[in-house]
């Protein structure tokens, strides 16, 4: 899911010169910002609202990394681009952190957005059978639909450029089940928001050598069958939207 999101963004983010201010609000350990700040260019600064895996993050993104909450630390029209990545379903005051995003972009500047899918009966029944429920995943909600993105976008006075989805039907399979092993074999243990999930940092993942050896042994297959969503067309379980500042002319004044 993470190679398919970096290759989504990276066909609407263009190349940026060091000028462009770009900020990542929900970084994480860092691999998908490192991915996309390499190739895309720009001066970046990255920040999450946890700060369990900020250390993790600070190994391979160095010291531009920022704690925020739902009110962002920034000046109004600050940033060129803001990437607001899974991360929405993790606050509980989602509009706040929506109104935040429009109010430190600047005019004409683009921001992108991506949520899990809401909806849909299949994947979320079987996370659920497992005890993976939203809570597991630190969610505050399970996802958005498109439309409900689109509309908490719209709200904040941003207008929408592109919407789409990607992690459909094998990519989303191959993910749960890796998340219900992973949650089977860990239960009980939490390190931060995706440590229930999936490996949270390097220790963890060398700690855990069986699970290190299995995992590169299947990797091959586990890629082959999401490449199969290539020919099956289906639905995408997580949602994205590219968004712009939506400014408005001043009316003229009448004399």
Known sequence: ?????????????PHRDRSCRVVDL?????VVSLALSEKSGGSW????????????ARKVLGDRIVLVGERLPFPDDSFDVVLCL?????????????????????PSGRAYLST????????????RLFGLTPE???HVREGYSLEELRTLSQDAGLKVLFQGAYARFFTEAVETVLNILFHLKERGGSR????????????????????NRLYRAVYPLLRAVT????????????????????????????H
């Open 1 to 13: 899911m993470k190679r398919e999101k970096v290759a989504l963004l990276l066909k609407h983010l």
């Open 26 to 30: 929900g970084c994480r350990q860092g």
């Open 45 to 56: 600064v990255f920040a999450d609202v946890d700060p369990r895996p900020l250390g993790e």
């Open 86 to 106: 899974d991360l929405l379903e993790h606050v509980v005051d989602d509009r706040l952190l929506m109104a935040e995003v429009a109010r430190i972009l600047k």
């Open 116 to 127: 899990p899918r809401s909806g849909g009966c299949l994947f979320p029944r079987l996370r």
């Open 136 to 138: 597991v995943y630190g």
């Open 192 to 211: 931060d928001r995706t440590g229930k999930i999936s490996p949270s940092d390097e220790g963890g993942w060398r700690g855990d050598s069986l699970l």
């Open 227 to 254: 490449l199969l969503d290539r020919l099956i067309p289906s639905r995408g379980h997580a949602t994205f939207l590219e968004v712009t500042k939506d400014v408005q002319p001043l009316p003229s004044s009448s």
